[in-house]
């Protein structure tokens, strides 16, 4: 497929336990962005990759979540010692670095995560 | 931070009716962009506007940016069931990230 393709599409853990989300952008998209949907809220923004610049982090909630991205590509976000607090739906989106003030955001369907 | 308020949260209306939603921050946009999600799927692009005053038409929807470029608005004419979902603005700041700030998101059901 030629979309954002994001897995686990529903994970259901354990408070306590950690947990890996993956995303795998559009080919040629070199920007990457990472946002968290809860039930009644917008999009909140988690983490930007951009090429190999050093990724924004800056709307992470706390040390609990990190992410990571390998050659350019597929992303992982990972969240340890789950909390329920953390139950959302976590999106992926991609898009072409060239337009960085209007370029458009490819999302894909989402992660969502039930924390128990 | 800038914020972005939608409104209104929710809006139930019958097919044929016409509706317009509110984007509004007291932050100049660089460029504003409106999205539709439907259940179980990601947010789509319906348009980006970029020039204060600008209106784009896409069908039966129109869509306006402030000549201050602070605040939008989505009109859609004669709506229908198909119309149903959930409208999100996104905006980057003027001079700051690139990154998108998204609203809180109009939540739209179109009866037949």
């Known amino acids: 497929g030629a979309g954002v393709s994001q897995s686990p599409s529903n994970k259901v853990t354990e408070k306590g336990k950690d947990v890996e989300l993956r995303c795998d952008p559009i080919?040629?998209?070199?920007?990457l962005y990472w946002y968290r949907q809860s039930l009644g809220q917008g999009l909140e923004f988690l983490i930007y990759?951009?090429?190999?610049?050093?990724?924004?982090k800056s709307g992470l909630p706390s040390d609990r979540f990190s992410a990571e991205r390998t050659g350019g590509s597929v992303s992982t976000l990972t969240i340890q010692r789950t909390q329920q607090e953390d139950s959302a739906v976590y999106l992926c989106?991609?898009?072409?670095?060239?337009?960085?003030?209007?370029?458009?955001?490819?999302f894909g369907e989402g992660s969502r995560l039930t924390v128990l | 931070t800038q914020l972005l308020e939608q409104s209104p949260q929710f809006l139930s209306i019958q097919e044929g009716e016409n509706l317009t939603v509110y984007c509004n921050s007291s932050?100049?946009?660089?460029?504003l962009q409106w999205y539709r999600q439907e259940p179980g799927e990601g947010p789509v692009l319906l348009v980006t506007?970029?020039?204060?005053?600008e209106v784009k038409k896409l069908k039966r929807l129109t869509f306006q940016f402030g000549d201050a470029r602070k605040d939008s608005s989505l009109h859609i004419t004669a709506a229908q069931p198909g119309d149903t979902g959930l409208y999100l603005c996104?905006?980057?700041?003027?001079?700051?990230?690139?990154?998108?700030?998204f609203g809180r998101g109009t939540s739209l059901i179109v009866h037949p």
């Open positions: 080919s040629g998209h070199t920007a």
């Open positions: 932050s100049v946009f660089s460029s």
């Open positions: 990759f951009q090429g190999n610049s050093a990724p924004d």
């Open positions: 989106a991609s898009s072409l670095v060239w337009d960085m003030r209007a370029g458009e955001l490819f």
């Open positions: 506007v970029v020039t204060g005053g």
């Open positions: 996104a905006a980057r700041a003027s001079g700051g990230s690139y990154i998108p700030t």
